[in-house]
């Protein structure tokens, strides 16, 4: 399939621009330590380098002091499988508050929305700091769960806070889902593959798409990745998100980090271009300074609030 050159091109341009904000140099706020590990880690993508990232994090986002007012709701049950909870957020005292629901990733075969100590649930407590009902979610998991189970679950959660979240003080009509790494591709399938969407349509406001893979080839095919997807190199073109692009016209907002490896930053840019030539215009783009596949969304409840400031101004625009 030939790319879209000049869409590609423009948004190269979007993200040198997005580069140049004042919000994409918030890590200078962290200790210079920090921002030393970080970048001496290099832009890759392994075991050790999630482990250390998590580490040199973890302590920032627990000196945090736990957001005012703002109350938990563990384990609430979207569907049937035992891997559909998702916890709820509440700043208490508002209504009609915008949903964030953050999906985490972990490769299409692990994760756990608390299996890192204070990561993932950093994100929905920035957010509920905020004023927004925040949701940190679980979804089924590769190979007992293959594809599209993960677009599935991110469908089951947004239908389930249409139906409830406004119990929670929430605004059922204003949903965002944000999605990390693979819990990125799984917001990918359900807001652009029509397939996976009840026929009314995907029901969310908006989606934030943080380092993703939108294009599943041989080349590129992990075994996490393959446990997933499958090993029929016919089905890879219908299960890429990418594919199915011209199906919807939820507003997006990519994000990618300086230190992102380029298997992951590539396809970024290239869903970017291919909604350039959508829409006659790009997409918002983020560039996140001096971070790494991980510690983007590690860093949320810290002093950078780059990617927090972003996203809230999105939901704002997005009306």
């Known amino acids: 399939m030939r790319r879209p050159l ?3 091109l423009a948004a190269l341009i979007a993200l ?14 962290l200790p210079a330590e920090v921002r030393d590990k970080i970048a001496a880690m290099g832009a890759k993508l392994d075991g050790e380098l999630v482990r250390s990232t998590m580490a040199v994090f973890a302590p920032l986002a627990e000196a945090t002091p ?6 938990v709701s563990k384990d609430v049950s979207y ?18 508050m915008p949903i964030i629901v953050f999906v985490h990733g972990g490769a299409f075969v692990r994760g756990d929305k608390n299996g890192n100590g204070p990561i993932y649930g950093n994100v929905a407590r920035w957010f509920a700091r905020h004023g927004i009902l925040a949701v940190n979610a679980n979804y089924r998991l590769a190979p007992k769960s293959p594809w599209p189970a993960g677009g599935e679950d991110v469908g089951k959660i947004v239908a389930w806070l249409r139906a409830h979240g406004a119990a929670y003080g929430g605004a059922p009509g204003r949903i965002f889902v944000i999605g990390h790494s693979a819990g ?3 917001v990918a399938s359900y807001i652009l593959d029509a397939a996976l969407q009840p026929k009314e349509g995907p029901g969310v406001a908006g989606a934030v798409l943080i380092s993703g893979s939108y294009r599943v080839t041989a080349e590129t095919l992990s075994p996490e990745a393959k446990a997933y997807f499958g090993a029929d190199a016919s089905q890879f073109a219908a299960r890429s998100p990418i594919t199915h692009v011209n199906e919807s016209k939820v507003p997006l907002m990519i994000v990618t980090a300086e230190y992102d490896p380029v298997f992951l930053a590539t396809p970024s840019l290239e869903l970017a271009a ?6 006659g215009k790009c997409p918002r783009m983020a560039w996140l300074k001096g971070h790494n596949h991980i510690s983007e969304v590690a860093s949320f409840d810290t002093a950078d609030q780059a990617l927090g400031e972003e996203i809230l101004d999105f939901i704002a625009s997005s009306r």
């Open 79 to 96: 569907g049937p499988d035992p891997l559909n909870t998702i916890d709820l957020y509440r700043p208490m005292g508002k209504q009609d």
């Open 184 to 186: 990125a591709t799984h």
């Open 16 to 29: 040198l621009s997005a580069a140049a904000t004042p919000a994409s140099a918030q890590i200078a706020k």
């Open 6 to 8: 000049p869409c590609l």
């Open 274 to 279: 291919l909604v350039c030539a959508r829409d």
């Open 66 to 71: 736990a957001p005012a007012g703002v109350t």
